[in-house]
C-alpha cells in the first residue's frame, strides 16, 4: 500500500512539475530574434512614424531611391529633402533589434496590459512589392525600464526590450533632413555672386587663367584672388542649417540682407541661398535655399563668416614678375647705392665682388606682396621715402621699380609702396625691414 501511494505521489509531482514547465515556457519563451522581424527592408516604399506628443510624419522613397520627409499638419503640409544614408541606418537598427524575450500568447484585449493599444511609437512600414503586405511595429515603455514591443507578422506575441531600443529607434522628422544648405560639386563652380542691399556685391567668373572679376564696374576685368575664392566656395559647401522652421513662413516680399549664388558650368540656373534679418531674435537669420525646401535659421555670427567685400576675393598681388628674367638688382637706401647681378655661381655685390645669399628669397618676397587696403593716386604728406628697388633683365632693361615710403598714420606693420608710375599701395612693412637689414642706408663697404 506504501509503495502504492508513494508511486501516486510521485506520479502526481511529474505531472505538477510539466504543467509548469509548460505553462512557463508558455508565458515567457526564448525566442530567436529573427523571429521578431523576419521581413528584409531591400524594397521600402514609404516609413510613416507615429510618436507620443509629436507630429506624425513619413518617409518616402522616389523612384531614384532619394528620400523625402513629409509632415502634414492641420493647416498645411511640409515635404524636405532626407539624408538616405540616415534612413537606411534607421532600418539596419530595426532590423538588429534583438528582444530580450517573447511574452506567452495574448488576445487583443491584453494590449493594455502592456501598454500596446497607446505606443510610445508606431511605425507602419509599406514595400514596393504589392505581394508584401504592410509591417505594423509599436513600441510602449513598461515598469521595470522594460521596454514591449508587438509587430503584425506575429499578431499574437508581445516582446521584451532593453530600455536603450525606444532611444535608437523613436527618432523625430528632423533627425532624418538634409542640413546641407547647398549641394554642388566644389570644382564645377563657373560663377559666384554676392548680392548686399547696402553693402559690397559681387560678381566673379571662372576663364582658363582663373576667376576674374564681372561686377562691380570698377573691377571688370580685374583678377580675383583664386586660393580665397576656392576656400569660400569650400565653407558653402560645408554650410549646414542650425534649425529649420517647420511653420508656414512667408518672406517673399522682404529684401534679403545676404543673397549668394553659384553656377555650375554653363547651367543658366545657379544654386541660391537667402538670408533674411528676424526682428524678433536679431542674433538670428531666416535662410531659404535652392537645395532645402524648408526655411532654416543660421545665427548672425554664420552669416557674417559668409560676407565677403570684393576686396575679401579680390586678388591682391603688386608685382606680377618672371622671377627667371631678373639678372640685375639696384638698391639705393639713403646715402648708400648697391649694385647686385646674377652670376653663374649666385649673386654678387658688383663694387666688392662679395657674394650675397637670399636673393632669390626676396624676389619671391617681391612677388608675394599684396596691399593690406586699396590704393591711392596720391601720397599724403606725412609719407617719408626710404627704399628704392629696380629690377633689371640680362640687357639692363627695367622689368619694375619699386619705392617705399613710411607713413606713422598707416597701421602698425605697414607702409607704402609705388610700383613704377602707377598708384601707392599699403603693403605689409616686414619685406621693407628685411631689406634695410640686408642693404644699411649708412656708409659700407660697397
Known sequence: MKRI???????????????????????????????????????VRSIHFQLADTPRFTLAASQQSEWEVQISGDTSSIKARAVSDKVDEFLRRLASVEPLRSLGRFDSGRQRQFGIEKPDLKVIINFRKSTIKPLTIKLASGDHSVVYGWNSRNPELVYEFNEKVLGNLALTAESFFDKRVLFFDENAISKVQLVQPFGSSWLVEKHKEGYFFSLPGYLKGKPASDSALKLYIHSLALLQARQFVLESTDVDKRIPALTLRLWRGTDSEPSTVAFYTVKENPGQYLGQSSWLTVPFLLDAQSVGQLVKSAFDVQGRSV?????????????IHGENNYAIERSTSGWRLLDSKKDLQGIDMFLWRFTELQFEALPINNLPDSAVRLMYCKLADKNGDTLTELTFYADPKLPQGQCWMKNGGGMFYPVSSRLLKDLQGMFPSGSSEN
Open 5 to 43: 501511494t508513494f508511486v501516486l505521489t510521485l506520479v502526481v509531482l511529474v505531472v505538477f512539475s510539466a504543467s509548469g514547465y509548460w505553462y512557463t515556457t508558455l508565458q515567457k519563451e526564448n525566442v530567436d530574434h529573427t523571429r521578431w522581424l523576419p521581413n528584409s527592408f531591400d524594397a
Open 319 to 331: 608685382i606680377k614678375l618672371d622671377l627667371g628674367t631678373v639678372a640685375r638688382l639696384v638698391v
